[in-house]
């Protein structure tokens, strides 16, 4: 019997997919459910197993964009699983690459005649190269006896200059399904809102405090580390409550408006930028945060994120602290209206009581669409997170650490 495999719907507004690597060859045996390709959509990258065991027949190549539904192999669950072991198929493999011994010695290459026309252009050729300012004992030639063809010419690069004698090499690569779709998402979010950011900046002295105090006890009861991500979270659903216009979407002529906080967190990934979501966080404690970003965090590096865990954030955290940006004005994430760059933590000198002191400071920024939010929202938006920061005692936990932490 040979069974036709399809592709299967990653979502529900996925058409297509992009073959990204067959883990299998052609003709080989294949076991059900063994992984056999990965595939790119414009949200995630997926793997497809195998619906039964049998004989493999690819239908499509690396790179090819198949339409969900479409055939991309062929499995025929009636042949026999090849006999002999792993390490016989490795030596008839190694025998079957070795030379025959009419093949051991290969052929010498000829050697270019040098003669008066070696090097010399042809009349277009030397037009040609006349044009792009290239000197022609620049260029080698691949016409007769070395002399430089049209071709060559045409071909011919422009010397930048190398004193060191260093490598100028390149290499091209197809970019994803997914990192497309995000570049495309990301043009749209310059080009399609009239996008502004506004700075501040976060005294996390309280924060560090209350981590330092709490954390072994927080993740030896939980299981998680007591992060910056549950008080920026928490915070951001504070502000979020307090100006529901960031946290509200257009649509055509009609402005949305959500009553929960749907929070998306920015990822890196093995493929890319991915913004898994956390719902409800209105709901979330302490801990439930931080299991909920660990959760969603592993599964994103590890390619286990779905499609669904990635729709629908009503609002953006992304922190490009981790890797060391002191500033940065984040990117709308569409059809998003807003987005909270975080960033690291520098010890700065500030004034505090009248005095000069010493303290953990980081540089926040929420980029916003002004067609949405005014200016005068978006700055008490970004304040209203920086005195929650500053206070998370009494603002974000009630006055109450323990209950907060549920120690």
Not at 264 to 288: C, D, H, Q, W
Request: glycine fraction near 8%; hydrophobic fraction near 40%.
């Amino acid at each position: 019997m040979i069974l036709e495999m399809k592709v299967p719907s990653p979502g529900e507004s996925i058409t297509e997919v992009e073959i990204a690597d067959w883990l299998v060859e052609d003709g080989d045996y294949v076991e059900k459910d063994q992984a056999i390709a990965e595939v790119d959509s414009d949200k995630a990258t997926l793997e497809l197993p195998a619906e039964e065991s049998g004989i493999i027949t690819l239908k499509a190549e690396v790179g090819d964009a198949v339409a969900v539904g479409a055939v991309v192999c062929l499995i025929d669950t009636d042949a026999a699983k090849p006999a002999g072991d792993s390490a016989e198929k490795d030596v008839a493999e190694q025998k079957k690459s070795e030379p025959k011994k009419e093949e051991a010695k290969a052929p010498q290459p000829v050697q270019a005649k040098e003669t008066y026309a070696s090097g010399v252009a042809s009349p277009a050729a030397k037009k040609i190269l006349s044009e792009k300012g290239i000197d022609s004992t620049a260029v080698k030639g691949s016409g007769k006896d070395g002399r430089i063809t049209k071709n060559d010419a045409v071909n011919a690069v422009p010397s930048m200059g190398t004193p060191t004698g260093g490598n100028r090499g390149e290499s091209r690569s197809k970019l994803s399904m997914l990192r497309r779709k995000v570049a495309e998402r990301l043009v749209s979010a310059k080009n399609e809102t009239a996008m502004l950011t506004t700075f501040n900046e976060v005294d996390m002295s309280a924060i560090f405090e209350l981590r330092n105090k709490y954390k072994e006890d927080f993740k030896a009861k939980h299981g998680v580390g007591l992060g910056f991500m549950s008080f920026f979270t928490r915070a951001v659903v504070r502000a979020l409550e307090m100006y529901p216009s960031v946290n509200s979407m257009i649509d055509g002529k009609e402005m949305i408006s959500y009553d929960f906080c749907d929070i998306s967190i920015a990822v890196s990934g093995p493929k890319g930028l991915m913004v898994p979501v956390i719902r409800n966080a209105e709901n979330l404690t302490f801990r439930g945060v931080e299991a909920e970003v660990k959760r969603l965090a592993i599964r994103a590096r590890e390619g286990e994120i779905t499609v669904d865990e990635m729709t629908g954030g009503t609002f953006t955290i992304t922190n490009g602290g981790v890797f060391g940006s002191m500033l940065s004005t984040p990117i709308i994430n569409p059809p998003q209206s807003a987005i909270l760059g975080m960033h690291n933590i520098v010890e700065r000198p500030i004034a505090r009581d009248g005095a000069i002191a010493i303290a953990p400071i980081m540089y926040v920024a929420v980029s916003y669409d002004h067609r949405i939010i005014d200016g005068k929202e978006s700055v008490g938006f970004l304040v209203a997170i920086k005195e929650a920061l500053e206070n998370p005692e009494e603002l974000l936990m009630d006055g109450n650490v323990k209950r907060a932490l549920e120690m």
